[in-house]
């Protein structure tokens, strides 16, 4: 997660968006998608 912490930075960095966040998705765990989807519903 590091690097795409330090990816999500850069982009807001560059692109003034403060909404980019880092999140982990496993595609092959179906728990991870449903996790990810409830954290993007918030």
Known sequence: ME???AAAK???GET?????NARH???ASLK???EF???IIE
């Open 37 to 39: 989807a409830a954290k």
């Open 10 to 12: 850069d982009i807001r």
């Open 32 to 34: 991870s998608i449903r």
């Open 3 to 5: 690097k795409c912490e």
């Open 25 to 27: 998705l496993d595609l």
């Open 16 to 20: 003034l968006n403060h909404h980019v």
